[in-house]
Nanobody, 118 residues
């Protein structure tokens, strides 16, 4: 039903920037919320930012003021602009989509590695 293609991860120095992209190919159903989550080594997967069908955004406290999530509704694409990166941002970043109809509502990308050196 859904195929996700992520890109944009890489290795950067502290203070640098990266832009992540996720393109969702959807058949027969629409997308409600799109977002980004991350999982650092030895840690649980946590929300980074989400954007709803209506354009409302939500950010985790550690990234507020540094990251910006945006969405191209026509192309079913979500972006994450990451500025002022810190070593604490190092993690595997996962794209997530929530569908309007089931039976399966949530889909995840394979993840893209973001590494920030100090």
């Amino acid at each position: 039903q859904v195929q996700l293609v992520e890109s944009g991860g890489g290795l950067v120095q502290a203070g640098g920037s990266l832009r992540l992209s996720c393109v969702a190919s959807v058949s027969y159903v629409g997308i409600n919320t799109m977002g980004w989550y991350r999982q650092a080594p030895g840690k649980q997967r946590k929300l980074v930012a989400t954007v709803t069908r209506g354009g409302s955004t939500n950010y985790a406290d550690p990234v507020k003021g540094r990251f910006t999530i945006s969405r191209d509704y026509a192309k079913n694409t979500v972006y994450l602009q990451m500025n002022s990166l810190e070593p604490e941002d190092t993690a595997v970043y996962y794209c997530n989509v929530n569908l309007l109809y089931g039976p399966r509502y949530d889909y995840w990308g394979q993840g893209t590695q973001v590494t920030v050196s100090s």
